[in-house]
């Protein structure tokens, strides 16, 4: 069940950003960023972040119930984005460079101009906290959290997200964590 909601969430998602891009929002202050001089960094992020997933990934696949769960958190953490994207309207970050992911851009946020409105909350900072709280303890976990630390610098550095953004991932990641855990509870109970 879970893989055809996210199959289909990916089906809607193009359409829903371009939305999102095409609406007004607020610009935010942020002194970090303020301080912090933008540089593109994408290989780097792209590389942490897909090397983080991949980490995840392999370390999930023999562990179903592990795996169900954190697939079940990542749906979740979709819709919280999804609905803190659609009550809060933001501009991007001043000094913005653009993010070039060589998979999303082609696949999810295929539009005429780049999707720079998709800000509050960090999902690559989301994404890869979900995956350190998914795997086992041990060195895996103690890589993703580094991995997680990185991302949220390199989305910064690259004036990508609002300090803001990445600092929320974090609550957001935990919650839609722990809420996977009792629905994959309550599935395997009435299964």
């Known amino acids: 069940m879970v893989l055809g909601l996210l199959l289909t969430l990916a089906a809607l998602i ?22 912090l001089p933008a540089h593109d960094v994408s290989g780097a992020a792209f590389a ?23 697939l079940w958190g990542y749906l979740l953490l979709h819709g919280f984005r999804c609905l803190c994207l659609w009550l809060l309207p933001l501009e991007p970050p001043r000094g913005l460079v653009l993010l070039h992911d060589p998979l999303v851009d082609r696949l999810f946020y295929a ?10 909350f960090s999902g690559h900072t989301a994404t890869l906290l979900l995956l350190t709280l998914a795997v086992p303890a041990g060195w895996p976990r103690r890589v993703l959290i580094v991995a997680t ?36 509870a309550f599935r395997q109970r009435h299964a």
């Open 111 to 120: 539009a005429p101009s780049p999707i720079t409105k998709d800000l509050f």
């Open 48 to 70: 942490v972040i897909y090397l983080g997933i991949g980490l995840g990934v392999v370390r999930l696949l023999p562990r179903p119930l592990r795996l169900l769960r954190a």
């Open 14 to 35: 193009p359409r829903f950003f371009a939305w999102v891009q095409a609406r007004p929002g607020q610009r935010l202050p942020d002194p970090v960023l303020d301080w």
């Open 149 to 184: 630390a990185l991302i949220g610098l390199l989305v910064l550095v690259q004036h990508a997200h609002y300090t803001y953004d990445v600092l929320a991932a974090v609550p957001f990641a935990a919650l839609s964590f722990w809420l996977a855990g009792k629905v994959a």
